[in-house]
């Protein structure tokens, strides 16, 4: 557990994320620091707002993100974040945002990897054709708290206008007036970049502290940090008639150094399930 201790992590990051990161891995890790990355261009791999598209999967582009940072910083210690936004695939009429954090050692090259979905997001974008249903549309985005972004189509080309970062209601009034009188409408979206959305700068730091966790939990064969959860079992018996049901009954950890695997009990404590749960009791 001492691969962290007295080091210093950058943050490869313009948009803030250092606010929430930094305090999660500080809490857990015995890090001497955790700083943004200064001089770094992170939208270059991608941006929401669709000048620059991002043509990796978000992991890829996440470890490609932490190795500019470690090119820019020349630190050997450097984390970074990839977020995305869209339908929940078990229930796609509802919206997610998967956050994927990637932490790189230099020392020996190693990627150290933590995914979280969060149904919680303030999300969405709209084609409007007055000022009245862009007020609409940003009282269901919670403006001005969200930011937003207007633009003159659904999707951004070379010399379109478009302004993003948008926190007042002047501001927002005076581009969605401009768009409308010449275009007859405009597209206004949820401003997505970390800074200029606080439900998920909340759920990137609730990544960040469940990726501590993680890498602060060592194997107990080998004492490698980042034992972490790898897999589950399901089977959870039924509370009436003890069947297994597709429920959760157990998580698994594996060892990135040994490959040592454990089986351990929910962590919510969950030791049956419900009945209406269970093919037996209700097929």
Request: net charge neutral.
């Given at each position: 557990?001492?691969?962290?201790a ?56 996440c ?27 078990p ?39 007055s ?13 001005p ?25 002047e ?18 979206e ?55 049901t ?28 419900d ?9």
């Amino acid at each position: 557990m001492d691969r962290f201790a007295g080091r210093t992590m950058g943050v490869a990051t313009i948009h803030g994320k250092e606010r929430v990161i930094g305090p999660a891995l500080l809490n857990v890790l015995r890090l001497r620091g955790v700083h943004p990355i200064a001089g770094i261009d992170t939208d270059r791999f991608g941006a929401f707002s669709g000048e620059v598209q991002r043509t990796l999967d978000p992991l890829e582009a996440c470890k490609v993100k932490a190795l500019h940072g470690v090119e820019v910083s020349g630190l050997d210690l450097v984390i970074a974040s990839e977020g995305s936004f869209g339908p929940y695939p078990p229930a796609p009429f509802m919206s997610c945002n998967e956050e994927v954090l990637v932490l790189y050692d230099g020392r020996d090259e190693r990627f150290f990897t933590h995914r979280h979905i969060a149904l919680e997001t303030v999300f969405g974008g709209e084609h409007c054709k007055s000022w009245l249903q862009v007020r609409a549309f940003a009282e269901r985005m919670k403006f001005p708290e969200h930011g937003l972004v207007v633009r003159s189509k659904g999707k951004w080309a070379t010399g379109d206008a478009m302004k993003k970062g948008i926190t007042s209601e002047e501001v927002l009034r005076s581009m969605v007036d401009s768009l409308v009188g010449s275009n007859g409408s405009c597209w206004v979206e949820t401003d997505m970049r970390a800074m200029m959305n606080p439900t998920r700068m909340r759920v990137i730091g609730e990544t960040a502290a469940r990726f501590a966790n993680e890498l602060a939990t060592a194997c107990p064969v080998c004492n490698a940090c980042w034992f972490r959860v790898t897999g589950t079992r399901h089977g959870l018996p039924c509370a009436l008639c003890s069947w297994p049901t597709e429920s959760i009954r157990s998580i698994e950890r594996g060892c990135w150094e040994c490959g040592h695997v454990a089986f351990e009990s929910r962590p919510d404590g969950k030791r049956e399930e419900d009945p209406q749960h269970c093919s037996n009791c209700n097929p």
